[in-house]
């Protein structure tokens, strides 16, 4: 079947972005300003027709800022202000205060759900659920974020004695945040590390995503109200000319970062003292899933068809390998190419769209690529229509059997290509997982409990979540989300992200000398030595 290009006429009206007003707008040291200088097109996913016939090209949703050196660094120089060597407003802000305003930012973000959800559909192709389930999972998360302040902030209100020392130990800020979020995700996974920073007194310096970054900038007067001048500032373009020139200054004293090992390597040791800096870290995944002798296939196809393919496989947790044993490989392949001609491929906002197209440029050729080099080394493409491409879109593809020399035995697609590639023997299994530089996940398949327990028990020491019966996936958010090797540095969840974006600090003084502590606290002369309850 062909690619759907509609006209503009064929677009709902409810569903239509037209160019973003408020695309060349950044917010810096508390007040959104319009940039003036070099702006790059924001093309959107959806290829449109000038009339039906007419040829396709993509439409234009906004103008981002290509932002140079001075930019960023002015950015910068408003969180270090904003800092103050941590004397400034935000870090020595009472905790009741700083979540009362978090509070008042999730209400006001909510308010901007349909204007998002829009832009995410626009700018990245994620499909009206999964945009709208994005948003609003972002939303919870805030809110979860802050009761767990809460909770931390209470477990802090005690002093503690050992050894004659009376002490109470909270945690403290760290200092200045550099925070740079996906294209997949740039809502969700963003502020899993934003919204942490932040309520935990750190100001912060947000580098937008090439892809994804408009969907952002609704959000810019929220921030701007909710938190102090400087706490919140936001950057885009060239990487290298914003974030790299931000961390040669050595000015950072947190690095968040969800991308590619590349360029957290580049990122990480651009700071001229690395030993200084946290780091927090979601990075590349190779996700396999294991299909064991006795596995239910149709469940095992049922996860798999989900894991690979949700939002175009285009996730660090998507699973990106099968691995199934000889004895069921055919059927098992069989049935995922069953499945994956079924996936309807359709435009973002049409009911039951599974495949949309892909906003990198260039990345259709590259998935292409894998696929005839797997086809060179002995596979095929099981799925009709499997691999088809045109302008934007691709087809889900089910490359059956690929070879250990192929690249996409080892390399990360990122894209709706599923390769199932053979196994004789569990070792084989484990050894797969230990030459992989990846250490997220694996799903494993099977229903024998020995030989899943066994597997359990070598894997574990390999990666960081092993899913039984299931496909990989980062959630729920109380979950510690993290890797090994080149997958992570760093665990986030809910509870650890408020760990990574602050220090045990600690106030004691000796048995018999608490005077100036009682002092202190009848005096209410400080907010971070206090017995009160603030919630």
């Known amino acids: 079947m062909p690619f759907p290009y509609p006209t503009r006429a064929q677009v709902p009206a409810v569903h239509f972005q037209p160019e973003y007003a408020g695309s060349r707008r950044y917010l810096v040291d508390g007040e959104i300003r319009e940039w003036g200088g070099k702006a790059e097109a924001v093309e959107g996913v959806v290829m449109l027709r000038e009339a039906e016939g007419a040829a396709q090209a993509r439409h234009v949703v906004g103008r981002l800022p290509q932002m140079d050196e001075g930019a960023a660094l002015a950015a910068l120089d408003a969180a270090v202000r904003a800092w103050d060597r941590g004397r400034g407003v935000w870090p020595t802000m009472s905790v009741k205060e700083r979540v009362e305003a978090t509070r008042r930012f999730s209400k006001a973000m909510a308010e901007k759900r349909a204007e998002c959800v829009r832009l995410l559909m626009w700018e990245i192709g994620k499909n009206l659920k999964d945009s709208e389930k994005e948003f609003d999972r972002t939303v919870e998360y805030i809110d979860a974020t802050v009761q767990e302040v809460k909770e931390l902030d209470r477990a802090g209100n005690r002093f503690s004695i050992d050894g004659g020392v009376v002490g109470m130990i909270r945690r403290a800020p760290l200092g200045v945040t550099l925070c740079l979020g996906p294209f997949n995700y740039p809502l969700n996974e963003t502020f899993t590390t934003l919204i942490p920073a932040i309520v935990m007194g750190n100001p912060v310096v947000m580098k937008l995503p090439r892809y994804g970054a408009l969907c952002v900038l609704p959000l810019l007067e929220a921030f701007r109200d909710c938190f102090p001048r400087g706490v919140v500032n936001t950057v885009s373009g060239d990487g290298a000319t914003t974030a790299g020139a931000i961390q040669r200054t050595g000015k950072v004293?947190?690095?968040?970062?969800?991308?590619?090992?590349?360029?957290?390597?580049?990122?990480?040791?651009?700071?001229?003292?690395?030993?200084?800096?946290?780091?927090?870290?979601?990075?590349?995944?190779?996700?396999?899933?294991?299909?064991?002798?006795?596995?239910?296939?149709?469940?095992?196809?049922?996860?798999?068809?989900?894991?690979?393919?949700?939002?175009?496989?285009?996730?660090?947790?998507?699973?990106?390998?099968?691995?199934?044993?000889?004895?069921?490989?055919?059927?098992?392949?069989?049935?995922?190419?069953?499945?994956?001609?079924?996936?309807?491929?359709?435009?973002?906002?049409?009911?039951?769209?599974?495949?949309?197209?892909?906003?990198?440029?260039?990345?259709?050729?590259?998935?292409?690529?894998?696929?005839?080099?797997?086809?060179?080394?002995?596979?095929?493409?099981?799925?009709?229509?499997?691999?088809?491409?045109?302008?934007?879109?691709?087809?889900?593809?089910?490359?059956?059997?690929?070879?250990?020399?192929?690249?996409?035995?080892?390399?990360?697609?990122?894209?709706?290509?599923?390769?199932?590639?053979?196994?004789?023997?569990?070792?084989?299994?484990?050894?797969?997982?230990?030459?992989?530089?990846?250490?997220?996940?694996?799903?494993?398949?099977?229903?024998?409990?020995?030989?899943?327990?066994?597997?359990?028990?070598?894997?574990?020491?390999?990666?960081?979540?092993?899913?039984?019966?299931?496909?990989?996936?980062?959630?729920?958010?109380?979950?510690?989300?993290?890797?090994?090797?080149?997958?992570?540095?760093?665990?986030?969840?809910?509870?650890?992200?408020?760990?990574?974006?602050?220090?045990?600090?600690?106030?004691?003084?000796?048995?018999?000398?608490?005077?100036?502590?009682?002092?202190?606290?009848?005096?209410?002369?400080?907010?971070?030595?206090?017995?009160?309850?603030?919630?």
Request: neutral net charge.
């Open 253 to 535: 004293d947190v690095l968040a970062f969800i991308g590619s090992c590349r360029a957290a390597d580049i990122l990480k040791h651009g700071h001229p003292a690395p030993h200084r800096l946290r780091s927090v870290m979601g990075l590349s995944a190779k996700n396999p899933a294991f299909v064991l002798p006795d596995a239910d296939l149709d469940l095992a196809a049922a996860e798999g068809i989900t894991g690979a393919f949700s939002f175009n496989g285009q996730r660090c947790t998507a699973l990106k390998h099968f691995l199934v044993h000889r004895s069921v490989a055919e059927a098992f392949a069989g049935r995922m190419a069953d499945a994956a001609s079924k996936l309807k491929v359709g435009l973002p906002w049409e009911d039951g769209a599974k495949i949309t197209p892909l906003p990198e440029h260039g990345k259709a050729e590259k998935l292409a690529g894998y696929v005839d080099d797997a086809v060179r080394h002995g596979a095929k493409v099981l799925n009709a229509g499997g691999g088809e491409r045109e302008g934007t879109w691709y087809r889900p593809a089910v490359v059956f059997p690929v070879a250990k020399a192929a690249q996409l035995w080892s390399v990360e697609q990122f894209g709706p290509v599923c390769p199932i590639s053979v196994f004789d023997r569990e070792e084989e299994l484990f050894d797969y997982v230990v030459d992989s530089p990846y250490g997220q996940q694996a799903s494993i398949f099977g229903r024998d409990p020995k030989k899943v327990g066994a597997l359990v028990d070598v894997l574990v020491n390999q990666l960081c979540r092993i899913n039984l019966n299931a496909q990989c996936q980062r959630g729920p958010d109380s979950f510690p989300f993290t890797g090994r090797k080149d997958s992570a540095e760093g665990t986030l969840s809910v509870t650890d992200a408020l760990r990574v974006f602050s220090i045990r600090s600690m106030v004691a003084t000796k048995e018999g000398s608490e005077q100036v502590v009682s002092d202190i606290l009848t005096h209410r002369a400080s907010k971070f030595l206090t017995t009160d309850f603030l919630f």
